[in-house]
C-alpha cells in the first residue's frame, strides 16, 4: 500500500522559514512527479510547486522566489524550502504523487504564520 508521510509543520512568525518533508513507501515504482498543494481554511485546494524526476520544478506565483522543492530520487522523497513566510502562506500543506491511475496524497501538516 502506497503512503506518502509528510513531516516538517508548525508555527512560525512572519519571515521564518520551515522545511517539509515527504516521504513516498509501498510503491513497486518511482514516481515521476511529486508536488506540493496547499489548502487554507474556506479555500479551494492549490497547487504550490511540483517537480519532475528530472529535476525540473514548476511553481505558484504567490511562492516564487520564496519557496524551493526539491527532491531525492533515490529515496522517493520530496522537499519543500519555505522561507520569507507570510501570514497567507497558512494552511495545510499535502505531498501529492500523481499515477495514471491514481493520485497518491499525504495526510497534510500544519503550517502556521503568525504576524
Known amino acids: 500500500q502506497v503512503q506518502l508521510v509528510e513531516s516538517g509543520g508548525g508555527l512560525v512568525q512572519t519571515g521564518g522559514s520551515l522545511r517539509l518533508s515527504c516521504a513516498a513507501s509501498g510503491s513497486v515504482f518511482r514516481f515521476n512527479t511529486m508536488g506540493w498543494y496547499r489548502q487554507a481554511p474556506g479555500n479551494q485546494r492549490e497547487l504550490v510547486a511540483v517537480i519532475t524526476r528530472g529535476k525540473s520544478a514548476n511553481y505558484a506565483d504567490s511562492v516564487k522566489g520564496r519557496f524551493t522543492i526539491s527532491r531525492d530520487n533515490a529515496e522517493d522523497r520530496v522537499y519543500l524550502q519555505m522561507n520569507s513566510l507570510v501570514p497567507e502562506d497558512t494552511a495545510v500543506y499535502y505531498c501529492?504523487?500523481?499515477?495514471?491511475?491514481?493520485?497518491?496524497w499525504g495526510q497534510g501538516t500544519q503550517v502556521t504564520v503568525s504576524s
Open positions: 501529492q504523487a500523481p499515477t495514471s491511475i491514481y493520485d497518491y
